[in-house]
């Protein structure tokens, strides 16, 4: 398995794949790099040799601050929600177990990513929000996924307010697994991955079949309806327009709230 154009980078070390988003510095999402990854995640699915997939951003600053708010203009946002949320798809109905290594920044769709793999193991230091509230907007895939992850209520605090979590807060919600110390985090992950190879193949696919199809009942109509609101209303007012040209224009907006 070879690189992608080099914005995804995917590469495969006996049972295990190791897919980068290398967009430094913050490894936000483009539409060219949702594109690629979406691709990376099929060719591992299509891989019977891959038990485990390893996802992480290259660099120090960023797992991913997310989706490039140039994308978030009314005019693509359904180009980049159909690529972004294709990506939480396929990442869902992978057969591997995934595990999401963070460091730095964990935000938006960067966010939602790492929510959608199986484990999250952060550096200490890392740090998660959706802050899309702050630019007009909101994460869809967090509205259809967190309520059933971490509550409604702690869903609503990080949705609605945009606030910011440690890894360790993160941690004791349930966001993440856990948080280690920065220097440990790659041993961290390669442990996890050594219990698990200790484990039946045949066994823990199925039970991450039944594990994933019980959790994510519904999830698919959920998503469908986030996206219909985002779409045919969000879009419609005038502060989601206001909230990406302040930021774009690196100000404070002014909501018309309307």
């Known amino acids: 398995m070879a690189a992608l154009r080099m914005k995804i980078l995917l590469e495969k070390r006996a049972e295990s794949a190791y897919l980068t988003l290398d967009r430094r510095p913050l490894n936000v999402l483009d539409l060219a790099a949702a594109r690629q990854l979406h691709e990376a995640l099929q060719a591992t699915g299509a891989d019977e040799t891959v038990s485990f997939l390893v996802i992480r951003g290259a660099g120090e600053r960023a797992f991913s601050a997310g989706v490039d708010v140039n994308d978030h203009t009314p005019d693509k946002v359904p180009e980049m929600l159909a690529a972004v949320h294709g990506t939480i798809r396929s990442l869902l109905s992978l057969p591997q177990i995934t595990i999401a290594q963070v460091r730095g920044a964990c935000l938006g769709g960067g966010c939602e990513i790492a929510s959608s793999c199986d484990f999250i193991l952060a550096a200490e230091d890392s740090y998660f929000a959706t802050p899309e509230i702050q630019v007009g907007c909101y994460p869809p895939v967090a509205l259809a ?18 606030r910011r979590l440690s890894a360790q807060q993160a941690a004791a919600i349930g966001l993440i697994n856990r948080a280690v110390p920065a220097g440990d985090l790659d041993r961290a992950v390669e442990e996890l991955l050594a219990e698990l190879k200790g484990k039946s193949r045949a066994v823990l696919r199925l039970a991450l079949k039944g594990l994933r199809e019980l959790s994510l009942a519904g999830f698919s109509q959920r998503l469908a309806r986030s996206e219909e609101i985002y779409l045919k209303e969000l879009l419609k007012t005038e502060d989601v327009e206001e909230g990406v040209r302040a930021f774009l224009e690196k100000r404070k907006p002014s909501w018309r709230h309307r």
């Open 145 to 162: 996924r967190f309520p059933t992850q971490i509550g409604y209520h702690r869903a609503a605090d990080l949705i609605l307010t945009g």
